[in-house]
């Protein structure tokens, strides 16, 4: 099946089952109206989140161990997202601000400017840009930004931006190696990401032991976030959605949502990245251009606001006006989203990026940073507005996703239609990507057999469903506690290995100068 054809009919789908659902709602309720009242023993899914629950907040507690910079809660950031924004901090001026400097060529290396048909590889540089992009741009651009102007006030936004820039040079590092410590097979599929660069690049500067002990710690966090945070939350949070808008309850209708989207996951990630990349490059620019649409038509409306947004937006960043924690409950707010929305220095875009056609690694480095630009500075930044605009982040007792819809119905009183559409798209893409950043990892532990192959998609397709059908919400904690432990062994190499960085960068550069 071609992707543009897959990606049609997963539209079509999308509209359709919310038409279905609502009948299949109707006989529920008609047939609930027959039973008599009972008291129901606890789920599957309530037995399993009490008996993960003490080793849920275990992991979660070292993983997200806070540092309070103040009294109020909302001024507390984690351990790792400290650690996160410093690298990325160090990284801007080791490479004197490549993410502002190089910015051009980013773009010119996207275009293909830069790319010949001799290059290594499985995809285009814009198919592995939206490959990546699918796995971050999600629900943190839609409901994690009004979380944080609902705490940190319209200044969170301006924080949320510098971090997203900060986080451009991560990208740039991580993604440069995943390319130059990547395996290629006799059949021309690519193997890379995080586990390659830690195990053979630290074997390179004798720290063979300590590279091997850090890419398989990488690899078992990586499979459990693929699993959790890239699969069932993602599938559990679309469904949560299609059920609102349906006014439907999440049995039948959260199992038949699951099915369907495992069945069009399924017939996707088989194809491998090639497959992915196709229907990445199509998926992405439109789910990103309608949820933009949106946004620019109730900016244009509220256009009058906009210059006092910014306003609030830069003068609130330094002088919060009567919020919890202050200046540094503001910073800390807009630092964590972007930490979360983009995942720059977690090491998982390295493994979609590295199956890129180039013999440049740093040309996907180019290409990489382009990714929290594009994820925070333009998408969480119009979402932010379109909340300061309209005056809906001093809505009392609203937050997250509803924050966001409520926003934009007050211009578009039919947006929960597309905001369906949109969360489901988002959904959808961060699945495909984390099943191939997962299954890189699982490859990597248990070899490159096709049994293996096979066993990981199925596993994965499975939990598509039970995260659609189920609520299990230790589960999630501890998948999104998975996810940021990656960034430990991660940011260890990146660190090691800058030294490898500059001399590719430097490679790259000559190269193009050399193009004219």
């Known amino acids: 099946m071609k992707a543009s054809r897959l990606f049609f009919l997963l539209l079509f789908l999308c509209t359709a ?24 023993s606890p789920g599957l899914d309530e037995r399993i989140n009490k008996w993960i629950e003490p080793y849920t907040q275990k992991v979660t507690s070292i ?48 275009q293909g400017k830069y790319s010949k048909l001799e ?3 499985e995809v285009s540089h814009f198919q592995a840009l939206t490959a990546a992009l699918s796995g971050t741009v999600g629900l943190g651009n839609i409901a994690g930004v009004a979380v944080a102007i ?33 395996d290629v097979g006799p059949d021309g599929t690519v193997y890379g990401g995080p586990m390659y660069y830690l195990s053979k690049g630290l074997k390179a500067k004798n720290y063979a032991t300590l590279g091997k002990i850090l890419a398989a710690f990488f690899a078992i966090m990586c499979i459990g976030g693929s699993f959790g945070g890239g699969n069932m939350f993602q599938a559990n949070q679309a469904a949560q959605q299609f059920n609102n808008l349906i006014q439907a309850e999440s049995g039948n209708a959260g199992f038949l949502f699951g099915l369907v989207i495992a069945i069009f996951v399924g017939l996707v990630i088989i194809g491998g990245i090639k497959r992915i990349g196709k229907v990445t490059e199509k998926v992405v620019p439109f789910m990103v251009g309608i949820y933009l649409l949106a946004a620019i038509i109730i900016l244009l409306v509220n256009y009058h606001n906009i210059p006092s947004a910014f306003g609030k937006i830069f003068s609130q960043a330094f002088t919060p006006l009567s919020i919890a924690g202050g200046f540094v409950g503001v910073l800390v707010q807009g630092f ?20 890129v056609r180039t013999n440049y ?45 409520q926003a934009f119905q007050t211009v578009l009183p ?18 495909i990507s984390w099943s191939y950043y997962g299954l890189q990892a699982w490859m990597y532990l248990f070899g490159r057999s096709k049994v293996a192959d096979l066993t990981y998609k199925t596993i994965f397709c499975v939990f598509v469903v039970i995260g659609a059908s189920a609520s299990l919400d230790n589960v999630l904690d501890f998948s999104d506690a998975m996810i940021f432990a990656m960034a430990v062994p991660n940011l260890i190499g990146l660190f090691l290995l800058t030294p490898v960085v500059k001399e590719e960068m430097k490679r790259y550069l000559a190269a193009i100068k050399g193009m004219g």
């Not at 089952?17 to 129901?40: G, H």
């Not at 964590?336 to 199956?355: D, L, P, Q, V």
């Not at 990714?371 to 809505?395: E, K």
């Not at 039919?414 to 699945?431: D, E, H, K, N, Q």
């Open 17 to 40: 089952l919310i038409s279905f659902a609502q009948q299949v709602e109707q006989v529920q309720k008609a047939q609930e109206e027959t039973r008599e009242d009972f008291s129901p």
């Open 63 to 110: 993983v997200f161990y806070a540092v309070n910079f103040g009294e109020e809660e909302s001024t507390a950031m984690p351990l790792v997202i400290i650690f996160l924004l410093l690298a990325a901090t160090f990284f801007t001026l080791y490479f004197k601000f490549v993410n502002i400097r190089g910015f051009r060529t980013s773009i010119q290396t996207v």
């Open 119 to 121: 290059d290594e590889g």
């Open 150 to 182: 609902s705490i940190g006030g319209p200044g969170a936004t301006f924080w949320m931006i510098v971090a997203g820039f900060l986080g451009m040079s991560s990208k740039f590092v991580e993604c440069t190696l995943g390319v130059k410590y990547r």
């Open 336 to 355: 964590k989203r972007a930490a979360f929305s983009n995942e720059a220095g977690i090491g998982s875009a390295a493994i979609a990026h590295s199956a």
């Open 361 to 405: 690694p740093a040309s996907e480095g180019y290409v990489a940073q382009m990714g929290p630009f594009i994820d925070t500075v333009v998408i969480c930044t119009m979402t932010a507005l379109v909340i300061i605009v309209t005056g809906s982040y001093g809505s009392a007792g609203v937050n997250g996703v509803e924050l966001t819809s």
């Open 414 to 431: 039919w947006f929960p239609y597309v905001l369906t559409v949109a969360v489901i798209l988002f959904a959808f893409s961060t699945m």
